[in-house]
């Protein structure tokens, strides 16, 4: 079983930023998908952004490209998203995910394991 834990969220500023962590335990696979997703009340769930564990493929989600950027720590076991500018909009929980594979995907469904989320709130 993988086990993921989110950390990081907060309540921020509009134009400031954060940086959201994923700490990756438990059986891990040699070929890795990261990914982000966030939702907002009332919302879908949506793609933030998706990497490969090892090769640094990296896929963002149209509304948050050039603000946010997706990397990994192998020897932290970590994940890691930071957030520029941020704006109101970008209030909603941010969720960790992970499976296995090569394919950077943007869909929830292609994810087998979530962490719990951390909350991430931007005032005007």
């Known amino acids: 079983q993988v086990q993921l834990v989110e950390s990081g969220g907060g309540l921020v500023q509009a134009g400031g930023s954060l940086r959201l962590s994923c700490t990756v335990s438990?059986?891990?696979?040699?070929?890795?998908?990261m990914g982000w997703f966030r939702q907002a009340p009332g919302n879908e769930r949506e793609f933030v952004a998706s990497?490969?564990?090892?090769?640094?493929?990296?896929n963002y989600g149209d509304s948050v490209k050039g603000r946010f950027t997706i990397s990994t720590d192998i020897t932290k076991n970590t994940v890691y998203l930071q957030i520029n500018s941020l704006q109101p909009e970008d209030t909603a929980v941010y969720y960790c995910?992970?499976?296995?594979?090569?394919?950077?995907?943007?869909?929830?469904?292609?994810?087998?394991?979530w962490g719990q989320g951390t909350q991430v709130t931007v005032s005007s």
């Open positions: 990497i490969r564990w090892i090769g640094n493929v990296i």
């Open positions: 438990g059986r891990t696979f040699s070929r890795t998908i």
């Open positions: 995910a992970a499976d296995q594979g090569l394919r950077v995907r943007d869909k929830d469904y292609e994810y087998a394991y």
